[in-house]
């Protein structure tokens, strides 16, 4: 019966799937009309929990079902339950006393002939170009032109140029959807456990919780808006940079302080210089002139004349 409903399920979705195929060579402003009032943009649709992982988010790889009841890919599963003593559901949070050995889902699988993958490939397929569409280019020279996005949607975790967000200001429930400036790494700003974007902020463990997580784990946390917190981090960074400005400031002081130091010393020095250099300028002076003298005695025929100059105190050394 389960497979009789899934099977008519996919076949809805595969007509809707075509529907859009159309829409999305022939007009974008239709593709985004038919994504936003048929609820595709939502990962909790019931197509998405049948076919896709709630791990790795995509298509099932290799299929298996937890004794709870859930499927996920055992790639995914095998590393959720890597170096852990308890294993658990990811989904319902079931603990289980040993690690259960995974039954292989043939529901998700390929027991209906590859359909199911197809389907869902295909769904995937027309949602990631009309996902590129919205968001914008990407840096590759070799990439279609697009209009660049200027506002991400945390509501909807999807990017929008300006044509495309025109819908955020006209259609009364997208107009309570929680819009930032255009950014690329927009999982930053999600929620990985709950989906939903971070809006709080939780002072006890130092990290942005979603609403969700102030009902389970931070429930008795003292969390604040993220609004609140980032203008008191602000205030913060606004006193720390007052007081780096004055480190600053008291810094070129004391090279100015140095600088004028070195300068009068400088002088001083240049001072004791010149004047010793005239010192010994004028010696030189002197002792030449002693030369000169020195030099007219020892070529003078007088005999008494040089024997009265040695004896003279003046020329008893040099």
Known sequence: MQHQFLHTNLISQSVHIRCIKSALFSNVDNILSLLIFSGM???????????QCSICLD???DP?????????CRTCLNKCWTNTQTCFCPSCKETFSRRPDLEINTTSGTAMGGEVTTIQRALFGERSQ???LLRGPRNNSSAPEYNKAVKSCLTCQSSYCETHLEPHHRVHRLKKHTLINAVENLEDYICQK????????CRDDQTSVCLSCTEG????????????????KKNQLLQ???DVQQMIQNRMKKIQEIQHSVELRKKAAEKQAEDLIKELQQEITDLKKRNTELEQISHTDDH?????????PSHSGV
Not at 217 to 232: A, G, K, L
Not at 304 to 312: A, G, K, N
């Open 41 to 51: 943009t939502s990962s909790s649709g019931a197509l998405n929990e049948e076919l």
């Open 59 to 61: 298509v099932f790889t």
């Open 64 to 72: 298996v079902t937890t004794p709870c009841g859930h499927n996920f």
């Open 130 to 132: 009309v996902n590129m």
């Open 194 to 201: 709950h989906e939903r974007p971070l809006e709080l902020f």
């Open 217 to 232: 784990d931070h429930r008795t946390h003292n969390t604040v808006p993220i609004e609140e917190e980032s203008r008191e």
């Open 240 to 242: 720390t940079q007052t």
């Open 304 to 312: 008494l004349h040089v024997i009265q100059v040695c004896q003279h």
